[in-house]
């Protein structure tokens, strides 16, 4: 008797890998969600995402939409996790996290809300790769976006950041397919996918343009020089009337989107929101005929709130935000805070392979007549230069975004080099392979080592990461969790706490404490966070006592504990 093994179609083989490759992601993710207890903004975005769900409308305290906040209130509302609004969403938010003493529980259902953002991304990444180069591209890419730290990190935050990473990649992927045929199919998904991207966060308004500007700039001067025709690929032709009906098409779909992620609610806003962040009167006067009629109408637009919401993005935008480099505390972000902080927390390899695939890039666009090789690549660089003149630097994550585009040309270049060396006829592949071997098992290494301390993490250019950049970058208030157990291996019977998070430390399992108030000076335990110790908030004189002695100790990367002895 012989037994049939069924036949494996190798054609599968591939994709299972790219699943698999998502699958460690995911897992990774997930196995941070006990080690970090929440960072700063987590109980305010989690307060918004609740709000929609509970009171159907958005609340009217937050300057972000809220389609990346959403999903973040599903699980603890699925759970039962009773909400209430307050004027403190702050409060809000943590009210949930720590309902019936599952702090950890709650945090992680939180947190699950960002996990579908994770998997869209990297299966953008994967298709897109996958039909500009084909399915080798398309692995490589998977594999250097999935084990980014930087990725791994935020995607295991509840936040909105993964969010804006996800659709505007769809967006920017629906751009380059409706340039090539501006179908009305292809103007449906661009309209919905730019919806989303607005929707998700208010930075999609200056990244989309941005980006989508060069694409199609480069595709006008590429294919006029290639073969003279402008606007379209060989064999067919667009009139402007078909490009002013998919551009019509394109912005109604995006607007209707965005009010439904408000719950196409009208009238949820009030003349005096209207008035105040609008600034209407400023233009029509205070009280007058004029502004009745503005007011009436602007409270019946579709998505108003949408605008009320971008105002007061506008004007923290306009005000800034205290940002801390190389030692510097300021009240706006320097223009080279985002290149400095891209430097010294992505992966070297990973930087050299998106460095080499330019000239591989523009190299191979023009060899084989094709607009689309470099498209990723100059996305991300439209996407980088126009957040770098910001007012608001206090991460790296403001540019998430340019991971997965990246991860695109990384991948191109990787594969590129393997199989036709530094140049078309493959000479010098025999040299190059034990390079890109290399730099695929130095990025590998890195990203293994840095677990579970994503957020956290700086390559080994950085030897005092906080002395370089803080926040949230390095200290978001993540290791609160770590402390307690720290404190009690110690046998800290007392202590005094300086921390830069959210945490309610008195529903945490730490030994009797004192609040150290900038300024103040205490002996004993001390257990300081880095962006205060560095300067961040109370500013940086308030910790310089401390900063001239020796730590006795590091909780995590973020927390700093020292020992100073009573005086004598």
């Known amino acids: 008797m012989t037994i049939s093994i069924p036949h494996f179609d190798k054609r599968l083989a591939r994709p299972l890998i790219g699943v698999l490759l998502v699958l460690v992601a995911l897992m990774r993710i997930v196995s941070t969600y006990g080690v970090f207890s929440q960072t700063m903004d987590e109980p305010s975005k989690l307060s918004s995402g609740m709000h929609q769900l509970v009171y159907g409308h958005f609340p009217r305290t937050h300057d972000h939409p809220p389609l990346g906040l959403i999903t973040l209130g599903i699980g603890p509302r699925l759970a039962g996790i009773p909400y209430e609004a307050t004027a403190n969403r702050w409060d809000d938010g943590n009210r949930v996290l720590y309902h019936e003493g599952t702090y950890r529980r709650n945090l992680a259902l939180a947190r699950m809300g960002v996990l579908p953002f994770v998997i869209a991304t990297a299966v953008l990444t994967f298709l897109w790769a996958h039909r500009l180069f084909g399915i080798a591209v398309a692995l490589v890419s998977l594999l250097l976006l999935t084990s980014l730290p930087e990725f791994l990190a935020h995607g295991g935050i509840a936040s909105n950041d993964m969010a804006i990473a996800a659709t505007l990649m769809a967006a920017l992927y629906c751009f380059t397919l409706w340039l090539e045929r501006p179908s009305f199919p292809r103007s449906i998904a661009l309209g919905i996918s730019l919806g989303l991207a607005l929707a998700a966060k208010f930075s999609a308004l200056v990244f989309f343009p941005a980006a989508a500007a060069v694409i199609a700039g480069w595709r006008f001067w590429f ?147 094709s607009w689309g090789i470099p498209v990723p690549l100059l996305a991300a660089a439209a996407i980088a230069i126009s957040c770098m003149f910001s007012n608001i630097a206090v991460g790296l994550r403001y540019i998430l975004p340019i991971y997965p585009l990246l991860a695109i040309s990384a991948g191109f270049a990787a594969v590129h080099l393997w199989t036709a060396g530094w140049t078309a006829g493959g000479r010098f592949r025999r040299a190059t392979r034990p390079i890109v071997v290399s730099l695929l098992v130095w990025h590998l290494a890195a990203s293994a080592l840095a677990h579970p301390d994503y957020l956290a993490y700086f390559n080994e250019l950085a030897r005092r990461p906080d002395r370089i950049i803080v926040d949230s970058n390095l200290d978001w208030g993540q290791d609160l969790l770590r402390l307690e157990k720290e404190l009690r291996r110690r046998g800290v019977e007392s202590f005094s706490i300086a921390y830069f998070g959210s945490c309610q430390l008195e529903r945490h399992d730490l030994p009797p404490f004192t609040r150290l108030e900038p300024g103040d000076r205490a002996t004993g335990w001390i257990a300081i966070s880095v962006s205060l110790l560095r300067g961040m908030g109370p500013g940086p004189a308030a910790y310089a006592w401390l900063r001239e002695l020796t730590p006795v100790g590091e909780v995590g990367h973020s927390i700093r504990l020292y020992y100073v002895p009573q005086e004598r």
């Open 223 to 369: 294919l006029r020089r290639r073969d003279g025709d402008s606007q379209s690929e060989p064999g067919t032709r667009t009139t402007p009337r078909v490009w002013l009906g998919a551009a019509v098409t394109i912005v109604v779909v995006a607007w209707l989107t965005v009010w439904g992620s408000y719950g196409f609610a009208t009238g949820g806003v009030t003349a005096e929101e209207i008035r105040v962040e609008l600034n209407l009167d400023d233009h029509l006067g205070a009280g007058g005929r004029a502004s009745r009629v503005a007011y009436a109408i602007a409270r019946r637009t579709p998505a108003i709130e949408y605008l009320v919401d971008l105002a007061k993005a506008v004007r923290h935008q306009t005000d800034g935000h205290t940002s801390y480099l190389f030692g510097e505390v300021t009240p706006r972000g320097l223009w080279y805070y985002l290149p400095v902080a891209f430097i010294f927390k992505t992966p070297i390899a990973f930087t050299i392979l998106g460095l080499t695939s330019v000239p591989i890039a523009l190299s191979e666009a023009a060899r084989k007549r």
